[in-house]
């Protein structure tokens, strides 16, 4: 089948860009794995008019309203991307697919620790913004930078640095110590900030450059979602691990109008 876009990703950078673009009725394929970063948070904030929201039930209502102007999700995953004569090929489990320009809303990883994961996105999480307020004048330990104390104080006068983190303690399904070194530290929820990986590996084959972050390397785009790729755009955490959800998808909005633009200037 051949698309003139297909976006790789389809959670809020993906979807949203895919909503623009069925919109002004070009053909789309999101291609999604269906595994959003917030995914273990059952509610959402901060979405203005969303806030407190399932993260999986925006995703739900988003893919609607893509199918509703005809787009297409496949729930797939992608294996591989070359560039072809005039646009990619793209190759999903068991097809191949076309597109002449293709985006990037793949997100990133949160290199969360074993003993972590289970309360990820829970009382173990790295975004204040997200979680803080849930959280406010309780007990929180901050794993990182010490500077991440003084943002976290925002939400509670009772916050402890902990250098390492080699254990917690849970009780009835509530946190209630972190384990540093030999040192017992009693806390309601853990501020820890996970190594961030960008689903990038398809982004960096096609030549995409990258800059320098303080969260390591990430795909450099303008402020278009333009990559240094001709064709190939990039939109949310993929390129810019700070975006929160509503950022993610303005991203996507955006980079969907300068999508638009391309083929229409491509055309004439
Ligand atoms: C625990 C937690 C809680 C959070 N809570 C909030 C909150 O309350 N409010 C807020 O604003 N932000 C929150 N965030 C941040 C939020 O998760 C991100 O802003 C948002 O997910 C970024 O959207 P995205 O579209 O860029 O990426 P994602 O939502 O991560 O979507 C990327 C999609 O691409 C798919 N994908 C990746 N690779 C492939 C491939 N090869 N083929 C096909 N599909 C692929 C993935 O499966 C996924 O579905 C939270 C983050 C975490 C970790």
């Not at 269906?34 to 273990?40: G, L, M, Q």
């Not at 803080?132 to 003084?150: I, Q, S, T």
């Not at 009693?186 to 501020?191: F, H, K, M, T, Y």
Request: with cysteine; proline share 4%; net charge negative.
């Amino acid at each position: 089948m051949n698309y003139e876009v297909v976006i790789i990703g389809g959670g809020a950078a993906g979807l949203s860009a895919a909503l623009m673009l069925t919109r002004a009725r070009r053909s789309v394929l999101v291609v999604d794995g269906a595994e959003p970063r917030n995914k273990p948070a059952a509610h959402m904030h901060n979405f203005l008019s969303r806030d407190g929201q399932s993260p999986l039930d925006l995703l739900k209502h988003g893919r609607a309203e893509v199918e509703g102007y005809g787009g297409e999700i496949a729930n797939d995953t992608v294996r591989g991307v070359t560039k072809t004569g005039d646009g990619f090929a793209v190759e999903l489990s068991g097809r191949v697919v076309t597109g002449k320009r293709l985006l990037f809303a793949t997100g990133l990883v949160d290199e969360v620790p074993e003993i972590l994961r289970s309360r990820w996105g829970k009382d173990v999480f790295s975004c204040p913004y997200c979680h803080g307020y849930e959280f406010r004048d309780r007990k929180l330990a901050v794993f990182g930078e010490e500077m991440k104390v003084a943002l976290v104080r925002q939400w509670s006068a009772d916050v402890t640095h902990v250098p390492s983190v080699d254990g917690i303690e849970v009780e009835d399904d509530r946190l209630v110590a972190v384990i540093s070194g030999s040192e017992r530290i009693p806390a309601d929820a853990l501020v820890y900030s996970a190594q961030l990986t960008p689903r990038d590996e398809f982004l960096l084959a096609l030549g995409a450059e990258t800059s320098e972050t303080p969260m390591g390397p990430f795909v450099r785009t303008d402020d278009k979602g333009r990559t240094s790729v001709p064709g190939v755009y990039a939109a949310g955490n993929v390129t810019d691990p700070a975006a929160i959800v509503i950022v993610a998808a303005a991203q996507g909005a955006q980079t969907a109008g300068m999508i638009n633009v391309d083929l229409i200037t491509a055309a004439s």
